[in-house]
DNA sequence: TCTAGAATTGAACATTCGTTCAAGTTAGTG
DNA sequence: CACTAACTTGAACGAATGTTCAATTCTAGA
């Protein structure tokens, strides 16, 4: 069954609201600013969501439902710690203003008690995933620690991460 | 020499944006969320900062001084090692607040070029400090990566960091 | 086919926004 | 002391904000 009106137009606003932050960061993110970008009327937005920060939740929810998936689906390659290192480093290359964007939700929903479930959902599918490759709770937690570091790092730095040089410390972690 | 008036209005808006960084985040500072903050008139912002960019950049070189002043002091104690790790975990319990409020500039910086400089002295100066402690160029990176990453994932989490547990993992990595 | 409820939309509201301007005050220098 | 440049401040501007309301269109189920 196809999604109805309501929902498809929810996720029209939903993806121009993600769109918005990779351009101009959550601040942008107005009633105005969002519908315009999915050539809707303005009153969409208020019709859709009870709030601006309604729509942000939905975004990152969204945004954390993708990056799951594409967790999930390491999870079942062949060879798991290079088919992670790869995907991190390609998705920060190709990526990078949807990374921007993921990474401000993120910290968003740190002061935003109804977003934490959602900005959860990207931590616990992390450590599910590591911790099919050992079962040191503590190595787990650095793994992930490091990966969400190395990336915040690589925004803010500029630099590209090195896709063998994060496979080698991953798998020196485990 | 004291600074003169100019200075000390530009210092005190400069904390008022902190200030508000912290309570409301990056989207709550206005002219004039500032401005009454520091209990100066509406005008005030606009005539000391070129646009509130400027302002923001201003706020995250303050914050990127101060936390650089805090790497090198943990660089002449007796055991760095664990200084940084108990400053780190103590600095989450005691300003979680200060710290949301550091990494959303911190990563605000990641689309806003004459950000970077300032983001980077955070970088940097964890880099150097980290580099005293082995010849390693890799281990550096990969502690560095892991420092950045527990404390975004522990803001995100709720759930604090254990010094011993981030003593131990440093200890590991180097 | 008819209809009740969901969805859409344009007009309009009070607020708040960044910014400008001119008048005023202060502090340092000659 | 006088003077100049830096600083301060109140008023006001057009533009953009979130939100409400009533009128309209659409669609699924009886």
Do not use: K
Request: proline share 5%; hydrophobic share 45%; charged share 20%.
């Amino acid at each position: 069954m196809s999604p109805g009106r309501g929902e498809r137009t929810r996720r029209a606003l939903v993806l121009a609201a993600l769109a918005i932050i990779e351009r101009e960061g959550i601040c942008g993110v107005t009633h105005r600013n969002v519908t315009r970008a999915a050539g809707l009327p303005a009153t969409s937005a208020a019709y859709h969501f009870d709030s601006i920060n309604d729509l942000l939740e939905q975004a990152l929810m969204w945004a954390d439902g993708q990056a799951v998936e594409a967790l999930v689906a390491i999870g079942t390659a062949p060879n798991p710690v290079a088919a992670l290192s790869t995907w991190l480093a390609r998705d920060f290359r190709q990526e990078r203003p949807r990374l921007i964007a993921e990474y401000e939700l993120y910290l968003y929903a740190a002061r935003t008690p109804s977003m934490l479930p959602s900005a959860n959902g990207w931590l616990t599918g992390l450590d599910a995933l590591v911790s099919t490759w050992t079962a040191d709770r503590r190595a787990v937690r650095t793994v992930c620690a490091y990966i969400d570091g190395l990336l915040l790092q690589a925004l803010v730095s500029g630099e590209a991460p090195d896709p063998e040089e994060l496979e080698a410390a991953i798998r020196d972690l485990l």
